[in-house]
């Protein structure tokens, strides 16, 4: 079965760079969410996107940017790169089970390193 | 706000002992409860989850029960065995809409042979 794709796998960027992470969601999934996961610490929420619209917002720093796009593929855009951005940012995609209750699957993540 | 609490890790068990890992949450309204697996590099896993009080979530050996009066959803498994080492997060998520889940700060299971 298919399942949620990320990429790139790995990112290595220098500070002040810019850096675009890119997922694509399981077929037919309408709803794409952003995490952030530090080294040793727990996925924080950054931002989701239902139907092409932002539909919540966490914590996530104004210089990141993120869209979901035409065919529910969406993209993190992130600018003036921290050391502090270095975390394995994941993916994940929901859509309607048909008995009302979504599930969340999670793509394998993208590892940025800001050297 | 909605938080998850764990017990903290790493928890070092030998094989085929009994796993218990603690998840208290606190929330408004009625959460789904769900635990999650992370095995090295790799992503989240869906284990199981509850979606209302008493309800028991089961898959591979593992079990945990929606616990409303004491907010808890304590993770258990019988007998562990050496590919159950991973780091496990309970979490949460608001039925009000389409909501983002909310992690408690993940247990790492090592079992030794």
């Known amino acids: 079965a298919a399942g949620v794709i990320q990429s790139p796998r790995h990112l290595i960027k220098e500070k002040r760079e810019t850096a675009t992470l890119k997922c694509y969601p399981i077929?037919?999934?309408?709803?794409v969410y952003w995490y952030q996961q530090g080294p040793g610490q727990d996925p924080q929420f950054l931002i989701s996107f239902y139907e092409k619209m932002q539909s919540d917002k966490g914590s996530i720093p104004d210089r990141f940017s993120a869209q979901q796009f035409s065919d529910y593929h969406s993209e993190l855009n992130m600018s003036s790169l921290e050391l502090g951005d270095s975390a394995l940012y994941f993916c994940?995609?929901?859509?309607?089970?048909?008995?009302?209750?979504?599930?969340?699957?999670f793509g394998s993540g993208t590892q940025l390193s800001v050297l | 706000g909605n938080s998850v609490t764990q017990m903290e890790g790493p928890v070092t068990l030998s094989e085929e002992a009994f796993l218990t890992i603690n998840c208290t949450y606190t929330?408004?309204?009625?959460?789904?409860l769900f635990w999650y697996v992370q095995y090295p590099g790799e992503g989240l896993q869906l284990l199981l989850k509850?979606?209302?009080?008493?309800d028991k979530g089961s898959n591979k050996g593992f079990e945990a029960t929606y616990r409303k009066e004491t907010t808890s959803f304590h993770l258990e498994k019988g007998s562990v065995q050496v590919s159950d080492s991973a780091v496990y997060f309970c979490a949460l998520s608001d039925r009000t809409g389409r909501r983002a889940l909310t992690f408690g700060s993940g247990t790492r299971l090592q079992v030794q042979p």
């Open positions: 994940a995609s929901s859509g309607e089970t048909g008995t009302g209750e979504e599930k969340l699957f």
């Open positions: 077929p037919r999934h309408d709803t």
């Open positions: 509850a979606t209302k009080a008493d």
């Open positions: 929330a408004t309204g009625y959460p789904s």
